[in-house]
């Protein structure tokens, strides 16, 4: 199944609206922990796929790896309990929120794969990406919401943060390196 926007979407307003109902100073905590889990979710519904090559007892390889990628949700939990504690400004809440999220996706070993083609085997790999993906859209995102007079506010934030997300995840790269019986590399990307 591909990855859909709008999944991580309900997901985080539904983090938003539980807020509401939040009147002490554990918001920060909850919204960190709930949009780590939300995201780690989102991540586990797409699919990796790369374009591998390499040797298979000592014969050339070629061949397509699939897999899924995975990250660490109790770092990024902390990491976006620190972001949201400071309190800072739009701009920068926006691009420590995205720095957040790219240090639990370039991680080592993220993703796990099984290469097919002339032989099978593992593969293992992390992710690559572009964190101003997210960092824009949300920087604009918080702009706009300072201007809004009326309500709606968690549904736009929800839907800026979850397109800002996806578009991170599709525009950047897979790399694995194959593993025994096969050795080469991979690249790709997770849809």
Known sequence: MPLV??????????????????LDETGE???????????KKYILTGVTSTSDSGSISGNSYSGTGTGIMTIDADSLEADLAKTFKKRSDNPTLAANMATDIDKACSAANTVTETSVGNGSGPAIGKFSGDKTKISVPLAACFEAMNG??????????????SLGVHAYLTAGTITVQLKSPLSGSGSGKIT
């Open 29 to 39: 905590d909850y919204q960190a922990e709930k949009m780590a889990k939300a995201v």
């Open 148 to 161: 809004m007079r009326t309500g709606g506010g968690n549904e736009y934030y929800a839907k800026q943060f």
């Open 5 to 22: 926007p709008a999944t991580l979407e309900k997901d985080v307003l539904a983090i938003f609206v539980a807020m509401d109902d939040i």
